[in-house]
């Protein structure tokens, strides 16, 4: 059977300007996603991941490889019969309300009266706008847009979920209720897909993620496999080190803190750490602390975006 989502050697070339400059926003990447999952898509800003998103969605259109859904290219609208999508910006019409919003939405999906008028207040309430369903949506806030938005994408109970950013604009309460939400889909069987820059949420929720930058393909995996992968870090801690060991000493490590005579570092890998300690106590340092510190998404990521090459960097 193939999978949810394919996206094959995809690129995504954009024009700009008088002089048709190219902007290489996606550069050949590949991943899929199989029925039943939640996979998150993370990376800095630019790096791609609206890009990707909206040729699933039809919306931008491959310059070279392919996205698929259930098999069929994206290009074709009937690839999208069972998907949910929610845009990073939703627009919404600013004379409707949300309630009329997302009947409309229902009606395009071509759900009946009956089933509209069941099913409009049931999402309004699991998206956590149905206080507001009935004001005007140019009145709205930016997370109650957003919440609006997602009531849309959910109204046709759509077997795929595609969500960009589904947690920006929101509260940290807000946020945690989209998480329970996006939880509950899955239980449901339902297959995700977002993007986000929230990583602790993407850590959360997700069982697997894709790290794009500048529109290539860093990495993929679960988020334990990644985070085991990635070197392990150890916080270090010296005191009185010597003005003229002190470039020696910290050589590629990176300086966490200098407070008076304690200088902490962040060192990477094993046998940087053994150097590092060997040289700053041949220097005549004292090591006062050594406190391994588990990698957490976050770091990879933070290291991901700023580094060129990653050792692990599995380029497709
Ligand atoms: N319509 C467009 N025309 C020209 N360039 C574009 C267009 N949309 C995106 N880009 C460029 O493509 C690159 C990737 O943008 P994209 O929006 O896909 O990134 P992103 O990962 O979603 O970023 P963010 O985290 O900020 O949402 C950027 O350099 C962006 O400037
Ligand atoms: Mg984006």
Redesign the pocket.
């Known amino acids: 059977m193939s999978s949810v989502i394919e996206i094959d050697k995809l690129h995504?070339t954009?024009?700009?300007g008088f002089f048709r400059k190219v902007?290489q926003?996606?550069r050949g990447i590949s991943f899929a996603v199989e029925e039943g999952e939640i996979v998150g898509l993370i990376?800095?800003?630019?790096?791609?991941?609206?890009?990707?998103?909206?040729v699933l969605l039809g919306l931008?259109r491959a310059t070279d490889g392919a996205a698929r859904i259930r098999g069929i290219d994206s290009k074709q609208p009937k690839s999208r019969a069972e998907l949910g999508f929610l845009p990073?910006n939703p627009y919404v019409y600013p004379y409707l309300t949300p309630r009329e919003f997302v009947d409309l939405c229902g009606r395009l999906s071509g759900l009946d009266a009956a089933t509209r008028e069941k099913r409009v207040p049931a999402v309004l309430e699991r998206a956590g706008i149905a206080f507001a369903a009935d004001r005007p949506v140019r009145r709205l806030s930016k997370g109650m847009l957003q919440r609006t938005g997602l009531a849309a994408a959910l109204v046709a109970e759509p077997s795929l979920l595609v969500l960009?950013?589904p947690m920006s604009g929101l509260d940290p309460l807000g946020r945690r209720e989209v998480r329970d939400l996006i939880f509950e889909e899955k239980r449901r069987g339902r297959t995700v897909l977002f993007?986000s820059?929230v990583l602790s949420d993407i850590e959360a929720l997700c069982d697997r993620v894709v790290i794009?930058r500048k529109?290539e393909l860093v990495t993929q995996g679960t988020v334990r496999d990644l985070v085991k992968r990635s070197a392990t870090l150890t916080e270090l801690t010296l005191r009185n080190l010597p003005a003229d060991a002190r470039q020696e000493v910290i050589g590629t490590s990176t300086v966490l803190r200098e407070l008076g005579e304690e200088l902490v570092l962040e060192v990477s890998g094993d046998t940087p750490l053994a150097t590092t300690m060997t040289k700053a106590l041949a220097a005549g340092a004292k090591v006062t602390s050594a406190v391994p510190r588990k990698d957490s998404l976050e770091d990879l990521f933070v290291r991901n975006a700023l580094h060129e090459d990653t050792p692990d960097a599995a380029k497709n």
Do not use: F, I, M, W
Request: glycine share 14%.
């Open positions: 995504v954009y024009r700009v902007v926003a996606v990376g800095p800003n630019g790096s791609g991941k609206t890009s990707t998103l909206k931008v990073e960009d950013e993007s820059h794009l529109g």
